[in-house]
């Protein structure tokens, strides 16, 4: 059986996904949850505390993600199920990517960590470049930086596909294999011919 603190999270969760961060009030959680504000407040004093632990979860996801990759064997199916494992703890915890700049300007601890996190994403992928180069499925740079700003352009895409995707329509968890492709599919030019080989053999067929 989960414990208060992990209902209220579970519960603020599906609140925030569904109002939106603004109109989720920690009276409304607690009204959702049949509890008393003070038996919530006791767990947490500020509807920024839940934001937090919830933006910790959603790290913890991507770093046991990241940590699989890391650990091999890695190749280029395995990087896609990494996006998509990804994209799928994106629209989980979709509120957050939808009110991704309200929050890093409203949260001070969040906004810190997510730079000091962005900065070790960065290293992590070059890793993960430099091994593919070492299979030749990804060919050498052309110019310096060149990687450095494929890794950007991820970054840029993770961070507010969700946002695009909420102005275009409704958002449907069909999304989350729509933008897994893009992202991937963006890989496709810096392939070598033995990288384009595997690339459809695995995700073409």
């Not at 603004?22 to 407040?41: D, H, P, Y």
């Not at 990804?138 to 110019?143: D, G, K, N, S």
């Amino acid at each position: 059986m989960k414990n208060t603190k992990a209902l209220i999270l579970e519960t603020a969760l599906r609140l925030f996904n569904q109002e939106g961060l603004a109109k989720t009030t920690l009276r409304s959680i607690a009204k959702e949850m049949n509890i008393s504000q003070g038996n919530l407040n006791y767990h947490f004093k500020k509807r920024e505390e839940i934001v937090e632990a919830l933006y910790h979860q959603l790290v913890g996801e991507m770093d046991e993600f990241m940590q699989r990759s890391a650990e091999g064997p890695f190749d280029l199916k395995n990087l896609y199920q990494n996006f998509r494992e990804s994209f799928a703890s994106f629209y989980t915890y979709r509120f957050f990517m939808m009110d991704f700049v309200t929050i890093m300007r409203g949260h001070d601890s969040i906004r810190h960590h997510y730079q000091q996190l962005t900065e070790l994403r960065k290293m992590q992928f070059q890793g993960l470049f430099v091994l593919l180069i070492e299979q030749k499925v990804l060919r050498q740079e052309e110019f310096l930086g060149e990687y450095e700003n494929l890794q950007i352009r991820m970054q840029i895409l993770s961070d507010f596909w969700l946002s695009s995707e909420i102005i275009q329509n409704a958002i449907q968890p069909e999304a989350i294999d729509r933008y897994s492709q893009a992202i991937f599919q963006s890989f496709y030019p810096y392939l070598t011919a033995k990288g384009k080989r595997e690339f459809k053999k695995e995700l073409l067929n």
